[in-house]
């Protein structure tokens, strides 16, 4: 059962911006801390930016001051805005969730910034 369901991505120059979606199926993901990652070819996956039930955020030091994670808690959905793109950027964007220590992830999504 897909329980965590990434959408947005695509392939975008450099400069642009793209809007990644991570909409979830059930109520238990409603107020949990959730996640992006990506993972680029021949890397290891990475954190790239958190958001907390109460809306804390936190950010890789790669992405802060261009990409923006936020939480539509009616909707059960994490968003990632990501501005000033770079072709560093390129990367499979992973939507996570934990609830009571136990880890959720969505498909995945590809993000591909061209020079």
């Known amino acids: 059962q897909v329980q965590l369901v990434e959408s947005g991505g695509g392939l975008v120059q450099a400069g642009g911006s793209l809007r990644l979606s991570c909409a979830a199926s059930?109520?238990?993901?409603?107020?949990?801390?959730r996640a992006w990652y990506r993972q680029a070819p021949g890397k290891q996956r990475e954190l790239v930016a958190l958001i907390t039930s109460g809306g804390s955020t936190n950010y890789a030091d790669s992405v802060k001051g261009r990409f923006t994670i936020s939480r539509d808690n009616a909707k059960n959905t994490v968003y990632l805005q990501m501005n000033s793109l770079k072709p560093e950027d390129t990367a499979v964007y992973s939507c996570?969730?934990?609830?009571?220590?136990?880890?959720?992830w969505g498909q995945g999504t590809q993000v591909t910034v061209s020079s």
């Open positions: 059930r109520s238990i993901f409603r107020f949990s801390p």
């Open positions: 996570n969730a934990e609830v009571m220590g136990n880890h959720y």
